[in-house]
């Protein structure tokens, strides 16, 4: 012992020595502000080294380096640029900081050009890359969520692959899309995101008042989502080459519980006897279909089976990417290929995605510059078998998906139509292969240093086809009906060749003039083909539809559409603080009659960088202030290519063996008055920052009003139709917005930040037909929200003490209880109210990020708030009581035990539609990653710029009363979407060369 | 060594957890109660002193001699139940039961096979006994008996406790639900309620069905008429019990396009059964008819009211179909009805109990 403590001893000694002889290098100076204030609490630091120190009360450091000349030391302070400095033969080194304005010197894409966040006038968020890979999503439409205010991205389910669709600011639109427009690097269009990588954006902005929307004219009225790829601002010198990765285990969450599940069959057995005693009297026990004789075998041996678990695997995601860019003096690349491969919980369910993207720039000359983009996506997803989850939830654990033999059967349950959900999932296969492309490519000529011309031809080309096998032992066709199969294509091109002018000009100092002129074409174009066979000779899927016995559904079709747009878009800046935005566009859309085709689309915005008034100037607790005001209208080009025409409809006519095909005018009339639907909106926005940036952020507030909704008007059938489109209706929707960021701790240890965002939208209908009554055919209330919940409302179950007052009504003691509006003791609809509408009051968004020496974890939250949804899953696993099927485990109506909220089972209860109308309040952790950034040392030694190792968590903690899985998805489709909710442990790494 | 020790134990302590964790989470199994046997003894009690104290032969008033061999049959079942259960082959109390069950279906059986021989055109009350699927009325097959957009079925109905133990309890129906889209009509019952079901389409598998909870008041009869009118633009399906509204319910059966649904009659077998349904065998009951009528037309309350209290000749306007079960005929399998058209049969298990006019 004495042996080690004497060589510790020699070990300090050499150290201190060492240390001593280190002194001799010292570097010190002071760290000061713009005003030449000195700045305490500084971080000071030798780069690629932990040797660091901060300064004093009076800014002041002193540091010892290893060797003066030719160390990098790296001044960082909360709120300021951090800056580096070679040391060079000097050993004082006085640094002046400049204060940081969090966000305003980035740049944002506002739509055929770029603006600095502080020059900017309209309201727009940014989502950068970096951002939206650490979401760890596939479809990196739902990382908006929480991300940006005023976004409600909805999943219809949480199979992977699956669809989602996006609102900005509500809906506008009764009866077309709210879908905003995407524009992927400059190429608009209505694709979505989901064939997108994160690892291949740059950043994504959203647009989203009218103001800035109104560059996209008669597609912009539910906003503009614009996605550039990487590659767009690489700087000469840098080269870069990125690898990231991760791989990961998905597992069910949040399992609904089911009456018997995880091995208490016992309990499903008492329910099924409660309920057939209720429902067919106690005499009906008698009956051999009760319990069949192998239910009873299992039920004495205890042999059951929690049928969910039974259906679900645990899945595999993993995600691969390569990242390559170079700047050189004349030309610029950027290069990335990925793969990710997303396995889903039930069956065969699979989303697998293939990318390239490739950009290159290049300066022929200093007035002429060229260069091309391309994006490529190839997905594959196995969407599941229909009805394979849901049968897995009906089918009680007191049967078995095992014959004598072990095997697999087909039949589990003979007192049911129910089959094995597991062979479901083997033989009804879904599968769909996309194809997305877009191309671009431009020349750019700047005849003078302020003036560019630039002209860009883009081709967007995607393709789908969609197959569907039923085998013969499918649900659908119950082992005897012959086999099925779909097969349907689709192909959609889209070509755009733009024409830009630009102008950027600085005069008189103080003065500067950017104006964008815009000349576009484009043509889009439609076409696919669909068919069905039944009783394929062989198992050839939908390969081969020809050998069918029977092919039918045949079908195909193209459409077409073009649209010629001219913008004008004048941004004037005063002195660095005024700034006026005027934009106009004027579009000319085949999709109307020539009286009506062409509609002009302006915008106003209004900037005041108040920070930069002489009387602010200098306030040191305000770091920003800038108030926007904005006006603009936009359109929605979303209406069908054919909805002014008045159409032959076709009918097929018995005549002779096979029938004829006949025409005849369909009964909704042609309108070649329509016009577009139009959207304006009053926006203004407040930009802040204060505390040296440490809290800084955005407020919006805005009034949107859409005139002229396109709706489906019910007229007399003596004029020979039954409906007319009219414009005719108005919707508004207001709304606030929040987005902050927080620098909570900053040491030179531990840092801690948080970014919140909140929306709020509150939606309504002002007028429909002009005669200020409402629509109660398609439930639609004038000053209530376009989508509304119009049903019975619950009051409760009937208690044995309202015996007499239930009987009133036809009902009985444990029945559900609605209110009788019109109080007639009838219950019919009449006595329908609005008791919600199914969109949220409010979301919120937080990330907060913890980082303790090269150690971080972030935590990123989502909810929502209120909202009443349709729900089919609560509905039809609380209110059916078939008696061989099972439900979930909710508090049912006993004598003793007296819910008010779930009825007797057995009782067959009316109005059981009040349960599925569910609140889609929630609050997720929806990640949660832990990982450490390797030192810049030990990166030096290896050659590597940065590397980054994580481990994540992603839907670790649900807070929520929904009794279904993931109240993010209520209101999936029970039969093809139902999907059971993934939480997913992984690990990657990030390491870029 | 130490370290690994530690580590080890510590290794330990989480699996316990964690072990400790999952096994708390499992639910607790529900404890079965000891099973009850009382019943089983009770009921071989009865059986025996019926079997020991029942005159059989051929005489009215006397049990028929197969009736001893179905009571012998019954009680031997229930030996076997008891031994079973004896010998903890039963486990569940339901198991038990169902050996009550099936030796009160004996007794009730055996106690309607008590002979009595009735006069034609003698006053009478018919039962059929629907459960199981023993018995039924057959009122033939015709389109007329589908309805169209605007009928009414009336009837005279009473039943005891227990009348229904199958997946829907059907009193009278011409439903069809092997016919896509759904055809026909039905008054049947389901939990606590009677209920009206008619086919709607041309969607396929919709129909309009509603309830409300039916007359608990065993042994009486109720006057229970179903009106459709789809003329109306609400409350197009109402039902009545004893003159007064039962429920009333307005078509909203919409197909995805939003295009209301009809009613669809019965266009394929066009049978029109009481106590069992035609298409799906399985849906009966046990009970007693004592009138029944089908209505070409909506009958408003009024009439109702005053048929209710009211005879038919069978020339009314707009009466289909009228018969009365309120005398012994001639012929069970060829009952006319009072408008000469059809002709009803009972098949299966009934009985006629006398009653004085």
Known sequence: MDKIIKIKIILLFLLLHVTLFAQENVVNGVVTDNGGLPIPGVNVVVKGTTNGTITNIDGKYQITVNKTEGEILKFSFIGMVTKEVTIGSSTTINVQLETESFGIEEVVAIGYGTVKKKDLTGSIETVTGDELKKAMNTDITESLNGRISGVLVTKSSNRPGASMSMEIRGKNSINFSNEPLYVIDGIPSYSGMKHL???????????????????????????????????????????????????????????????????????????????????????????????????????????????????????????????????????????????????????????????????????????????????????????????????????????????????????????????????????????????????????????????????????????????????????????????????????????????????????????????????????????????????????????????????????????????????????????????????????????????????????????????????????????????????????????????????????????????????????????????????????????????????????????????????????????????????????????????????????????????????????????????????????????????????????????????????????????????????????????????????????????????????????????????????????????????????????????????????????????????????????KVRNITFGYNFRESFLNRISLKDAQLYVAVQNPFTFTNYIGADPEIIGENVNSQLSLYPMTFSTGVNIKF | MRKHLILKSRIVSIVALVSVFFLSCEETEVAREELKFDCLYESLETLNTMRDTSTFGDADGTYPYESAYTLDKAITDLQYGISLALSDQLFLQFEVDNYCILAGKSMADFESSLQITLEPGTPAELKVFGIDQKGRIEFGADPAFGGGKVFTVESWLKYDEGFFESAIGDFIATFNNVADPFEGWMINFLGDNMRSTIGMGPQSARVLEFGSIYPKNYGEWNHIVMVYDETLSENQLKMYVNGEVFFTKTNDIYNGSGELQLYQPNTQNMNMWAFQEPTDLSRTMTGYMKKFRMWDGAKSVEEIKSLMNSDVVGNETGLICAWDFTEMPEDINNIPDKTGKFSAKIVGKHKWYPTSK
Do not use: C
Request: glycine share 8%; hydrophobic share 30%.
């Open chain 1, 197 to 923: 990588n994160a690892s291949d954006i740059e950043s994504i902005d959203v647009l989203k008042d009218a103001s800035s929307t109104a560059i996209y004219g008669s597609r912009g009225a539910n906003g503009v989502v614009i996605i550039t790829t990487k590659g767009s601002n690489i700087k000469e010198g840098v080269n870069t080459i990125e690898y990231s990765g991760n791989v990961g285990v998905k597992v069910a969450t949040r399992i609904p519980d089911m009456i018997g599940n995880m091995g208490n069959g016992d309990e499903y057995v008492d329910y099924r006897e409660a309920l057939w005693r209720k429902k067919y009297g106690p005499n009906s026990l008698s009956r051999p279909d009760f319990l069949t004789l192998g239910e009873k075998t299992r039920i004495k041996n205890g042999e059951y089976y929690d049928w969910i678990r039974e259906v679900s695997n645990p899945g595999l995601v993993t995600n691969h990417n390569l990242n390559s860019s170079a700047g050189f003096k004349n030309t610029t690349y950027a290069f990335g290929v990925g793969y990710t491969s997303d396995d889903g919980l039930v069956g065969n369910e699979k989303f697998e995605r293939i990318t390239a993207n490739v950009r290159l720039d290049h300066k022929l000359s200093e007035k002429l510059k060229t260069g091309v983009t391309a994006y490529i996506s190839k997905n594959k997803t196995n969407y599941g078998a229909n009805g394979a989850l849901m049968n897995a939830y009906l089918i009680p654990p007191i049967a078995s998906p095992y014959d004598e033999n072990f095997e697999q059967t087909f039949i589990v349950q003979p007192t049911s139509s129910k089959i094995n959900p597991n062979i479901q999932a083997e033989n009804n296969i879904r599968e769909g292969t996309n194809f997305y492309s877009n191309f671009s490519g431009f020349l750019e000529f700047k005849p003078v240093s302020f003036i560019s011309l630039k002209s860009m031809v883009a081709y967007q080309f995607d393709t789908g086809n969609y197959g569907e096998w039923i085998d013969v032992y499918t649900q659908q066709k119950s082992g005897v009906n012959p086999n099925e199969a779909y097969r349907g294509e689709n192909n959609n091109n889209n070509i755009v060749w733009d024409n830009i002018i630009t102008i950027d000009k600085k005069f008189n100092e103080n003065n500067r003039l950017n104006v964008i002129g815009l000349f576009s074409l484009q043509k889009d174009t439609h076409l696919g083909s669909g068919m069905r066979g039944e009783d394929l000779p062989y198992d050839s899927y939908w390969h081969a539809i020809q050998t069918a016995s029977e092919i039918r559904d045949v079908s195909s079709y193209y459409w077409e559409s073009s649209l010629i747009s001219y913008m004008l878009r004048a941004n004037y800046t005063f002195h660095e603080k005024y700034m006026l935005t005027l934009t106009g566009r004027y579009d000319g859309t085949s999709r109307l009659q020539k009286e009506n085709q062409w509609g002009f689309m302006p915008s106003v915005a209004l900037g005041w960088q108040i920070k930069e008034e002489s009387w602010l100037k200098d306030a040191e607790k305000v770091s920003n202030l800038r108030l926007r005001l904005s006006y603009g209208k936009s359109g929605n080009n979303n209406l069908r290519h054919d909805q002014t025409w008045t159409k032959l409809t076709q009918s097929r006519y018995t005549f002779g063996t096979n029938g004829e095909n006949g025409f005849g005018i369909s009964n909704e009339k042609g309108n070649s008055e329509l016009k577009w639907e139009m959207t304006s909106e009053v926006n203004m926005g407040i930009d802040f920052g204060f505390f040296k940036s440490r809290v800084s952020g955005t407020i919006d507030i805005y009034s949107r009003k859409t005139e002229d909704l396109i709706l489906k008007r019910a007229i007399s059938a003596v004029n020979g139709y039954n409906s007319v489109f009219q414009n005719i209706g108005t919707t508004a929707n207001k709304g606030f917005e929040l987005g902050v960021k927080t620098v909570n701790i900053s040491s030179q240890k531990f840092n801690w930040t948080t970014n919140l965002t909140f929306s709020l939208n509150r939606n309504k209908i002002l007028e429909l037909y002009g005669d200020n009554m409402d629509d109660l055919g398609n439930r639609w209330f004038i000053g209530e929200p376009i989508r509304v919940i119009y049903d019975f409302k619950q009051l409760g179950i009937w208690q044995e003490e309202e015996e007499d007052e239930a009987a009133k009504y036809g009902q009985s003691v444990g029945h559900i209880k609605v209110e009788d509006v019109n109080g007639d003791f009838s219950m019919d609809e009449k006595d329908y109210q609005i008791i919600g509408s199914p969109t949220p009051s409010w979301t919120a968004g937080m990330e907060n990020r913890l980082e303790y020496r090269n150690l971080y974890l972030s935590i990123d939250m989502y909810a929502r708030v209120g909202g009443l949804y349709n729900d089919q899953f609560a509905y039809m696993f609380t209110a059916w009581d078939n008696e061989h099927w099972n439900k979930l485990d909710v508090e049912y109506w006993t004598p003793e035990n007296r819910s008010n909220k779930y009825q007797q089972v057995g009782a067959v209860s009316y109005y059981t539609q009040v349960l599925g109308k569910v609140s889609g309040t929630f609050l």
